[in-house]
């Protein structure tokens, strides 16, 4: 199909959620993409956060094509090798005792959220269900993530929203003490940086004075890091840059890849809470998924992590160098962009026009490239974006 057609029939069949830019992406190589004409783009997207080694990875398309050809889907009712591997990996390398593997943030999130809840009624009883996220949040999309997420405008149109959520402003922990003090909190939700409310990271001294408010309390900490988690950061949870242990921990995009997945992991005395009949997902913990995600969680080593440092470092270097920036700010190859005069969606589309698909987060341009990216890509990229910056 052409470009034209392709439009044409997505505008007629596709719910028009999403403001698509004029492209359409056919194939790729790591970090570039290339259209239906044959056109090529620098990906400093990573399709949200989520090809964490590119496209067409052949480590990771390899796992996924042996579980592939082996079995597909069993349901959760049956055990399978990969998804156990996958679990037990994924445990061991972040710390956790136990994790519940879904399709999505939001899903992940709905997980935590329920977790919390049960775990509360069971030690407390009623009364105490209210979970505490912050303002300028984003934690998904389903009912009860876009109550949870801390941003007035995600809240039109769809009430009414469930009961049980309270916001604290970011940084504030005075208020956030006030918020918890009757009694009817059970858990805070947060990100270590927030993504969609503009790539904001939150101070590493906030986040360890709320892990001592949640112990003071007993209530737990939760760490959405759908966006920050599986190596984004240069870390493999962003969590771990503040030094802080939470008691439940919600991931998703990198630890797909490629492939839908989610997962939330808890700490040890949480592990036993959702119990048969109590949570579930037809399509969680998906064998192909998995075997991708052993392939993703293998690779993410010490060396590995250091090249996600380092090149976000030198993307930093360079930006903050380019005329127009106000700021940069983030951790590794998850950055933000405050621009001093130009509107920050006017220039993604410019960009793409060029050849470099870059991303916003409110007000800001964001960058969230595969962790695999090349230096010459990143050149490549960062040229498109200076010579648009300088227009
Ligand atoms: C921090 C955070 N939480 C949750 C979500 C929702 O994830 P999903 O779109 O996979 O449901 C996102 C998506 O951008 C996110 O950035």
Redesign the pocket.
Known sequence: MTFKEIKQTADTYLMPTYAHFPVALERGENATYYDVDGKPYIDFTAG??VNIFGTNDEKWKSAVKAQLDKLQHTSNLYYNETVACAAKLLCEKSGFSKVLFC???????ECAIKLARKYSFDRFGEGRSTIVSLQN??????IA?ITATGQAHYHEYFMPFLQGFRYADAGDIEQLEELVSDGTVCAVLL?VI???GGVVPLPAEYLRAVRALCDRHDLLLMI?????GIGRTGSLFAFQNADIAPDVV?C??GIGGGL?M?ACLCAEKLGNTLTAGTHGTTFGGNPVACAGSIEILNRLDDAFLQTVREKGDYIREKVSAFTGIKSVRGAGLMLGIDLTEKKAGEVASRCCEKGLLILTAKAALRMLPPLTITYDEIDKGLGILADVLSE
């Open positions: 949200i956060g399709n999505s943030g939001a899903e992940a999130n949040s984003f934690h998904g999309r389903t993530t990100e927030q993504g969609e959405d890091e759908v966006q920050t919600t998703a995009k839908p989610g």
